[in-house]
Nanobody, 122 residues
Framework: VQLQASGGGLVQAGGSLRLSCTAS????????MGWFRQAPGKEREFVGQ????????????LVANSVKDRFTISGDNAKKTMYLQMNSLKFEDTAVYYC????????????WGQGTLVTVSS
């Protein structure tokens, strides 16, 4: 499975960005795609995920409590694409955002994209 993230960039505090992540290769009709981020000098942090089961429906989403009032996750299973809509961005949201995938949800995410940098200016 290969993952390609895009949409990062420079934005002023209070602004919005939408990140995209597209999977290719041998996925499954049932798999998870997740967003993580890592700020300079900090550990990688879970942001949210979308879970597709059986290839239909919009997927079940989960967003970390720390950002759930500002960030939304959505996706299109037919396109194998996940989105992260980030609103009311804050300086502390500055980080490299990574997308990840796993076929077996009982194990940690084991497929990773290259990351996209989000910089929020204060």
């Amino acid at each position: 499975v290969q993952l390609q993230a895009s949409g990062g960039g420079l934005v002023q505090a209070g602004g919005s960005l939408r990140l995209s992540c597209t999977a290719s290769g041998r996925t499954s009709s049932s798999y998870d795609m997740g967003w993580f981020r890592q700020a300079p000098g900090k550990e990688r942090e879970f942001v949210g995920q979308i879970s597709w089961r059986g290839g239909w429906g919009g997927g079940d989403t989960l967003v970390a409590n720390s950002v759930k009032d500002r960030f939304t996750i959505s996706g299109d299973n037919a396109k194998k694409t996940m989105y992260l809509q980030m609103n009311s961005l804050k300086f502390e949201d500055t980080a490299v955002y990574y997308c990840a995938a796993r076929i077996n949800r009982r194990i940690p995410y084991n497929y990773w994209g290259q990351g996209t940098l989000v910089t929020v200016s204060s």
